[in-house]
């Protein structure tokens, strides 16, 4: 089982949307949950974290079920910019980030 | 803006040879890491360097691979004999605390290395 999984994608959705993207993550010792978005042939950018509480912000919410080992990204009121590739990351173990292959979104007018 | 700068930004190589990626973390990090990322695959961690020497690494970074923070600002990614599988996008990061803490791993805009 892969590390870290994700939905292949890609999404495309027109301007407005609500879009949730799905994760699942195989270490159960798993600390630290993110997501980070990588626009096309660029570097990766922190989104947010993700807490066990779940967190939100502006049109962004995370959330994390540690019993299921699943992480999600919900995405309200979508933009053109927000097209890119979304990234699950997570430390299966000491301090290196171990990325999912990511979901491509579209956001079309 | 601190940002982390990596040189070179393309570099072509025959097969076999030795190359040197460099970069520049933000000067007040303390770890350093490598990554990679053949088109169209994930961003595959490398290694992490804290306090002057390997903190983990994965792997793919096997023998052919070294690291090095010559002085007090740069630091390098080696590959002694190149290989066809090696051509990909380089990514430095670096970040204040451990990655896993804070997540907030800073990338440099990458080094895209091609292996003929």
């Known amino acids: 089982r892969k590390e870290v999984e994700q939905d292949p994608g890609p999404f495309n959705v027109p301007e407005g949307a609500t879009v949730a993207f799905n994760c699942t993550y195989s270490n159960s010792a798993s600390q630290s949950f993110f997501w980070y978005r990588q626009d096309c042939r660029k570097e990766p ?14 049109r962004f919410t995370a959330q994390l079920n540690r019993a299921s080992q699943y992480i999600s990204l919900l995405i309200r009121d979508s933009k053109l910019s927000d097209s890119a590739t979304y990234l699950c990351v997570v430390t299966p173990r000491g301090t290196a980030l171990i990325f999912g292959k990511g979901t491509t979104l579209s956001v079309s007018s | 803006e601190p940002e982390v700068t990596q040189t ?109």
């Open chain 2, 8 to 116: 070179p930004s393309h570099q072509v190589t025959q097969m076999g040879q030795e190359v040197i990626l460099r970069c520049v973390p933000i000067s007040n990090h303390l770890y350093f890491y490598w990554y990679r990322q053949i088109l169209g695959q994930k961003v595959e961690f490398l290694v992490s360097f804290y306090n002057n020497e390997i903190s983990e690494k994965s792997e793919i970074f096997d023998d052919q691979f070294s690291v090095e923070r010559p002085d007090g600002s740069n630091f390098t990614l080696k590959i002694r004999s190149t290989k066809l599988e090696d051509s990909a996008m380089y990514f430095c990061a670096s970040s204040e605390s451990g990655g896993g803490l804070t997540g907030e791993l800073f990338f440099g805009e990458g080094s895209r290395l091609t292996v003929l």
């Open chain 1, 45 to 58: 950018k922190l989104l947010m974290s993700v807490y066990s509480s779940g967190n939100e912000d502006g």
